[in-house]
């Protein structure tokens, strides 16, 4: 079983940055795919961001291209998202999710993920 905890979030004003923080359980996080996805009210939830075990290569949602940063620090078992330039559209809780199968390829689909975090608010206000 793989624990996740998001932490991070808060109420900002457009054009301000945040940087959230997934702290996981297991030790072999190294070989977890990790992903960002966000729900905001009344919509689906949608991918955000990823990053691979196997080269740290890192997927974006076409929204938050150029804007928001995934990294991983191994020996703290955290993913961080750095999010720059904040919206208002941006407004939603914020996932962290883990894909402990070890795939090459990263998963930019929430069935691509086993483990969820609970979640963390993002509010921007304009």
């Known amino acids: 079983q793989v624990q996740l905890v998001e932490s991070g979030g808060g109420l900002v004003q457009a054009g301000d940055s945040l940087r959230l923080s997934c702290a996981a359980s297991g030790r072999t996080f190294s070989t977890y795919n990790m992903g960002w996805f966000r729900q905001a009210p009344g919509k689906e939830r949608e991918f955000v961001a990823a990053?691979?075990?196997?080269?740290?290569?890192?997927y974006y949602a076409d929204s938050v291209k150029g804007r928001f940063t995934i990294s991983r620090d191994n020996a703290k078992n955290t993913v961080y998202l750095l999010m720059n330039s904040l919206k208002p559209e941006d407004t939603a809780v914020y996932y962290c999710?883990?894909?402990?199968?070890?795939?090459?390829?990263?998963?930019?689909?929430?069935?691509?993920?086993?483990?969820w975090g609970q979640g963390t608010q993002v509010t921007v206000s304009s």
């Open positions: 990053i691979g075990w196997r080269g740290g290569r890192t």
């Open positions: 999710a883990a894909d402990r199968d070890g795939s090459l390829a990263v998963s930019q689909s929430q069935q691509g993920y086993q483990y």
